[in-house]
């Protein structure tokens, strides 16, 4: 429920944003490499509608129309992935260079993102090799923008294309390697590292990263509840954030990773400018319960959170979660954690009067307040999405938006929640 209440008031210079990737929103396939995402979609009955995101909002050729629908929601941000398969491309820096420009003109700050899923098809993250070619390739993004761009992101949810991608098989590239995809989540968080070093030999300052977090909640109180529960915790949350930002693996892991694990580390740990959070729902895990999940046998089992509104996704909405994901943050990492960024946050829901998108974003921005009171220090928060898109394997079947956008015609049209972060953004200017 919408409360009448204002949002509560953030601090002077809070950042206010919107994100979006490339992949999901650019379209114009042809002019660039294809992705390991193009191969995938491919591939009969990987996309939930038999979709692809060949044309996807048609960014490329519209991004005017999309830059003028930033300005007129009054964000100070606007967080964007660059594709690496369209940098690859001929000419392929030019549409970013366009897209700058055309923040900086319309006074938006350009929060470029270097990975965000779509990796070059014929890469691959098994290979270490695969961290040092994105390195290289950060630093080609950054002699080119790095004039005008001053906040960069490294990867986008390492967590989510490590389990999703290469363990679960159900993104892009489609492998089912269980617990053998482990190498793909350590060379990630080394390409970081490298790329967070080629970023800043390049004159780049203000780097960060955007993971995937939430709390884990045991299913009851039952010792292998717990201990199932603790060990999703280490996969999802703590897996990637204590390398980054404590130089170190949680217990058992770091022997399971390949090569100089120890070397690797001091690379991950880099210091960090912020850390950046993309935040939707808690998940409650119990011991396994006898059924295949995901199509596999796994160590636990993901269990319904009861009691709750759900998104379109079948995500429970647990605002105030939010607030113990970034407290217990902040308990555990103490002065190591940078300042903090929510760098992603929304929900799925069809229909232009979006009143329950409101009413998820009302109760994050209140928890995230709290989160503030307690002391945590968060910089800046960004919707997840700006625009209706291609959501992944479901295709065009989730609206993430807070402007609608008609597949068929390409016309955008704000939704009710578009007013009202409007109105937000202005009350808090
Ligand atoms: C991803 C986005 C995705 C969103 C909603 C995040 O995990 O970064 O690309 O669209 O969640 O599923």
């Known amino acids: 429920m919408v409360t009448t209440n204002p949002v509560p008031r953030f601090p002077a210079g809070f950042l206010w944003g919107v994100s979006t990737s490339a992949h999901q929103i650019e379209g114009s396939a042809g002019t660039r490499e294809r992705s390991v995402w193009d191969a995938f979609t491919d591939r009969p009955g990987r996309v939930s509608d038999g979709s692809t995101a060949a044309v996807a909002c048609d960014h490329c050729r519209r991004y005017r129309e999309d830059v003028a629908l930033l300005a007129g929601l009054g964000v100070g941000a606007y967080r964007f992935s660059v594709s690496w398969p369209r940098v690859d491309s001929p000419g392929g820096l030019d549409f970013y260079d366009r897209l700058t420009d055309e923040l900086c003109a319309a006074g938006v700050r350009p929060v ?85 070093r080629a970023l800043r030999a390049a004159g780049a300052t203000g780097i960060g990263i955007a993971n995937s977090h939430g709390p884990t909640w045991p299913a009851s109180d039952d010792p292998t509840d717990r201990e199932a529960a603790g060990f999703y915790d280490v996969l999802l949350n703590r897996m990637f954030a204590d390398p980054l930002l404590l130089g170190r693996y949680p217990d058992g892991i770091g022997g399971l990773m390949p090569g100089d694990v120890a070397a690797d580390l001091a690379v991950i740990a880099e210091p960090l400018d912020f850390y950046g959070v993309n935040y939707y729902a808690p998940t409650r895990v119990g011991a396994p319960a006898g059924e295949r999940q995901f199509g596999a046998e796994l160590p636990f089992s993901v269990r319904r959170i009861e009691g709750r509104p759900v998104t379109d996704s079948g995500w429970p909405v647990v605002p105030e979660a939010l607030t113990e994901l970034l407290t217990g943050f ?97 009350a808090q200017a």
């Open 112 to 196: 470029p993102t270097l990975f965000h899923w779509d990796l070059p098809l014929g890469l691959d993250w098994r290979e270490r090799d695969t961290a040092a070619r994105f390195a290289a390739y950060a630093a080609r993004v950054a002699d080119r923008l790095g004039d005008r761009v001053s906040t960069w992101i490294t990867l986008n949810e390492p967590a989510e294309h490590t389990l999703l991608g290469h363990a679960l098989g159900v993104h892009a590239p489609g492998e089912r390697l269980l617990f053998d995809a482990l190498p793909v989540a350590h060379h990630q968080l080394l390409a970081h590292g490298l790329a967070v």
């Open 330 to 426: 902040r308990a555990r990492y103490g002065d190591r954690l940078p300042p903090v960024l929510i760098t992603e946050n929304g929900c799925a829901y069809d229909g232009l009067d979006d009143q329950a998108r409101i009413a998820y974003l009302d109760g994050h921005l209140r928890a995230l307040h709290e989160a503030l009171a307690a002391g945590v220090d968060v910089r800046g928060y960004f919707v997840w999405s700006l625009l209706d898109n291609f959501e992944w394997a479901e295709g065009y079947t989730r609206r993430f938006g807070l402007v609608h956008v008609d597949f068929a015609t390409q016309r955008r049209t704000p939704k009710a929640s578009y007013g009202w972060f409007r109105d937000v953004l202005r």
